[in-house]
């Protein structure tokens, strides 16, 4: 009679190899490089089916000889097939990913690079994606799972771990569903968490598996869902930045560029039969600000209404105070996406959250928020990390923040819903109040006639210095000046007026920026309601604005002009003085320059006879410059040499502040009148020190001007590589003050020069 025996299984043939190599279970694992835990289960039978580079490296140890190794590493093969075909379906299933998803790139081949690296086991690869609502975390980790796919034949299960709800998943609530999609039958479910997660991890360790954790709400809740190493992969998402989670790398979702949910929109619509074309969905991608939900939500309603026009959905979505009311589509709401987020704050933080809205730039700092929310700064602090984590702010470079335009709108929305009319009004005057304080006394460092100001108020220790107030107004121009806006609509004309003046000087070392006319304007309205020799400084500073930053040298001379019968009424030297000094500025870049020299010589003269030598010396380089151009380079020479050594002498009576400041830009003429007059190596040295000088004072159009004279010398000199050199760093300086044609002059001669 024949005697039919079974073939052993893989873990009866494992146990046999490992006898017959005379080896204990603990000495084949550290031999492998298998852990001991892994080794037990496949021997028991609880593995059936490891992968091939573990089976691999069993053989090798065991110097198996080719036909029982191959012979084990068939087993492991069809244990596994079998396991595929055994393990309960429907768990942890996949969702269905999105047939239009676009753009995401850069990000899916971060997701990929992370979890798709077969090569290294030792560590776990966990990949977490975090930010705001609305971003499409959950639709990309999906698009991830199902487009890798076929890099984990052991499963893609994915989990939502409801980390917005009121009552997250709990870790033993979680784990369950995990250990039955992979295999473990409920009777041999631990029922210690702990007990769980080791065998999760155990599970995960030889399994070519990708674990899709959607939606995280803490750290606590995510450690034990994690692979502890070898094969198994995770993809966690969140809206909190979970920034204790050890050992993970992080993708910060940000919203798609302009063209990509542009093309998203399209993809949504590819089957509306209304011909919509692409500069009417770039106005609505731009609307929704590069949100995919707002962009799928305004897709959705266009296809399922096709008789709309999306031109005039476009309209209905510019209209800021209807804007969220638009963005919803049937159980889709932006609003909603927001509110989740929302209520996971304290109240102390929900007060905060929805008075930023009534800032009026789109950035603020600390100090504001400590403002609105009238705490503490310190308290702020903690406030602004806890609107980050969520996703409800963005934060930025040196301190800033920033709402996204959707989740702005979200706060004036539940500041009008839950705060009462009067108390938005109080809040919103105290900001603005406080907004044109500190930019009015940032303004008083720079004055001749105040220097430091006096700060009797705490939160105004941070302009304790001349570089806090520079770089305090600089950060919060669109936030002061939209103050400005409002007080002077108010009627409130003194505040406004006083803050105008403030600036003139300061407006000086920032002469580039675009908003100087608003601001004078604002500040000659608020004069004109009753004090005309102030309404003709503010005309002066309207001419200096039309004069520098605004290239208009007629509507200048108009303004000075309109100054000098003002003064002339009012009875003010000073103003007179100012007016025919920006009168000479005007018309000298008019070439009417016997004019300019006459208008500067009484300037002149009337501000040194008042003892007001830092305008004095302001005329002396005026009536230079006016030489210069008029040919006499000798005598412009001797004119800016003369102001030179004034600057430079404690007892002339000018300002230390503005000596500082002017000294730079004398030495930078003294420079070009030696290059006009072919002293180009003296003209070199001078050019080179004004430039580091303007550097380290700010002055950036005048250095770049600088840049360009010595970029000029130095290529008649014969020196073209530093010739191009210099070309190149005037195109950047030029570039960042928003000059564009004279950046692409200068490139153009930088590779001419090089």
Same mark, same amino acid.
């Given at each position: 009679m024949l005697l039919i025996t079974a073939s052993p299984s893989f873990a009866e043939l494992l146990r046999r190899h490992r006898h017959a190599a005379r080896l204990t279970l603990e000495q084949l694992a550290?031999?492998?490089?298998?852990?001991?835990?892994?080794?037990?289960?496949?021997?028991?039978g609880r593995s059936k089916g490891p992968q091939h580079r573990t089976v691999a490296a069993l053989a090798d140890t065991l110097a198996l000889e080719e036909r029982d190794r191959r012979r084990l590493i068939e087993l492991a093969r069809d244990g596994r097939l079998r396991d595929h075909w055994t393990r309960p379906t429907g768990l942890c299933e996949l969702p269905r990913t999105m047939d239009d998803f676009t753009g995401r790139a850069a990000e899916m081949a971060w997701t990929g690079d992370l979890v798709g690296d077969g090569d290294s086991a030792a560590v776990a690869r966990v990949g977490l994606i975090t930010g705001p609502a609305g971003l499409g975390k959950t639709t990309l980790a999906i698009h991830v799972g199902h487009t890798l796919r076929p890099l984990f034949p052991d499963g893609v299960f994915f989990l939502d771990l409801f980390g917005m709800s009121s009552r997250p998943l709990p870790v033993d609530q979680a784990l369950a569903p995990l250990l039955r999609a992979l295999g473990v039958p409920d009777q041999q479910v631990p029922t210690d968490t702990s007990e769980c997660a080791s065998l999760y991890r155990s599970l995960l360790q030889d399994r070519r598996v990708l674990v899709v954790l959607d939606n995280a709400a803490s750290e606590e809740q995510v450690r034990?869902?994690?692979? !502890?190493? !070898?094969?198994?992969? /995770?993809?966690?998402? #969140?809206?909190?930045?979970?920034?204790?989670?050890?050992?993970? &790398?992080?993708?910060?979702?940000?919203?798609l560029p302009l063209p990509d949910a542009t093309l998203l929109l399209a993809e949504i619509m590819r089957d509306r039969e209304a011909s919509d074309g692409e500069p009417v969905l770039t106005q609505l991608a731009r609307l929704c600000g590069g949100l995919p939900l707002a962009v799928r939500i305004i897709g959705n309603r266009l296809v399922s209404r096709p008789a709309w026009s999306a031109a005039e959905l476009a309209a209905r979505l510019a209209d800021d105070e209807r804007r969220l009311d638009q963005l919803k589509a049937g159980d889709l709401k932006i609003a909603n996406a927001f509110r989740m987020s929302y209520e996971q704050l304290a109240p102390s933080a929900r007060k905060v959250f929805r008075r930023l809205a009534l800032v009026p730039g789109r950035d603020f700092d600390t100090a504001i928020a400590a403002v609105v929310g009238e705490i503490p700064v310190e308290d702020a602090w903690d406030v602004l990390d806890e609107?980050?984590?969520?996703?409800? =702010? +963005?934060d930025g470079a040196s301190g800033r923040y920033r709402f996204h335009d959707l989740v702005r709108l979200f706060a004036r929305e539940r500041l009008k819903a839950e705060d009462p009319a009067a108390e938005r009004d109080a809040m919103s005057e105290a900001l603005t109040s406080w907004l044109l304080r500190m930019a009015t006394t940032a303004g008083r460092w720079f004055e001749p006639a105040y220097g430091c100001p006096d700060l009797p108020d705490a939160e105004l220790a941070d302009l304790s210095s001349p570089d806090d107030a520079d770089q305090w107004l600089r950060a919060n121009v669109d936030n002061w000046l939209g103050a400005l806006r409002t007080t002077a609509t108010s009627g409130r004309h003194?505040?406004?007026?006083?803050c105008a003046e403030s600036l003139y000087w300061f407006s000086d070392r920032w002469m580039h920026a675009p908003h100087w006319h608003e601001v004078f304007t604002l500040g000659a309205g608020a004069a004109a309601m009753g004090d005309p020799a102030r309404q003709a400084g503010q005309l002066n500073s309207l001419a200096w604005a039309h004069l520098l930053p605004r290239d208009d040298p007629e509507a200048a001379l108009r303004y000075a002009t309109e100054a000098m019968d003002l003064a002339t009424r009012s009875g003010s030297t000073a103003h007179l003085a100012s007016a025919h000094h920006h009168a000479g500025g005007a018309l000298r870049r008019l070439g009417r320059l016997d004019e300019a020299v006459a208008s500067e010589t009484l300037a002149a003269e009337i501000f040194k006879a008042v003892g007001d030598m830092d305008a004095y010396c302001q005329c002396l380089g005026a009536l230079a410059t006016c030489q210069r151009d008029a040919g006499h380079h000798s005598e412009a020479?001797?004119? $800016? %040499?003369?102001?030179?050594t004034l600057l430079n002498d404690a007892g002339s009576g000018v300002t230390p502040s503005v000596a500082a400041f002017t000294r730079p830009i004398a030495l930078?003429?003294?420079?070009?009148? %030696?290059?006009?007059?072919? &002293?180009?190596?003296? @003209?070199i040295a001078e050019l080179s020190e004004a430039i580091s000088?303007?550097?380290?004072?700010?002055?950036?159009?005048? +250095?770049?001007? #600088?840049?360009?004279?010595?970029?000029? %010398? =130095? /290529?008649?000199?014969? &020196?073209?590589?530093? #010739?191009?050199?210099? $070309?190149?760093? @005037?195109?950047?300086? $030029?570039?960042?003050?928003?000059?564009?044609?004279?950046? &692409?002059?200068c490139r153009d001669l930088a590779s001419t020069a090089l």
């Open positions: 550290e031999a492998s490089g298998v852990s001991a835990r892994t080794l037990s289960d496949m021997e028991r034990p869902l994690l692979p !502890g190493g !070898g094969l198994g992969r /995770a993809l966690v998402t #969140s809206r909190r930045l979970l920034a204790g989670l050890e050992g993970v &790398r992080r993708l910060n979702l940000g919203p609107l980050i984590d969520l996703g409800l =702010l +963005q003194s505040a406004v007026l006083d020479l001797e004119r $800016y %040499l003369d102001l030179w930078a003429r003294v420079g070009e009148c %030696l290059g006009l007059l072919g &002293r180009r190596a003296e @003209a000088l303007m550097e380290q004072a700010q002055l950036p159009v005048p +250095q770049a001007r #600088s840049l360009e004279t010595l970029a000029s %010398l =130095l /290529a008649d000199e014969g &020196r073209q590589d530093e #010739s191009g050199r210099a $070309y190149v760093r @005037a195109a950047e300086v $030029y570039e960042a003050v928003g000059d564009a044609d004279a950046s &692409r002059r």
